[in-house]
């Protein structure tokens, strides 16, 4: 595996935040037990960034138009999506979320 460096590891828990890395998006969640979860940062149903997602009941819920994203697997869990988004394994190491994206 070759992780990459994101953003800093200060997401609190039941947050998201958005980044950017070599002109790709990423959704990074942290949920309430403060497990990391990493995703495509543009949703599938539009294709507008994820900035700004809220966090619910272990879903990122897209701030444009509603549509749910499981964040273990990256599932559509409700309209206006219908296909899901790539999950990235996730790691937190030296104050930075690293992703790896060799996957």
Known sequence: MAFTPVTPSDVAPGTTRFAQHEGAAFLIARDGDGSLHAMDGLCSHAMLPLEGARLRRGHVICPHHGARFDITNGAAKGPPAHCGIRTWPVREKN????????T
């Open 95 to 102: 104050g930075m979320i690293e992703l790896d994206m060799g």
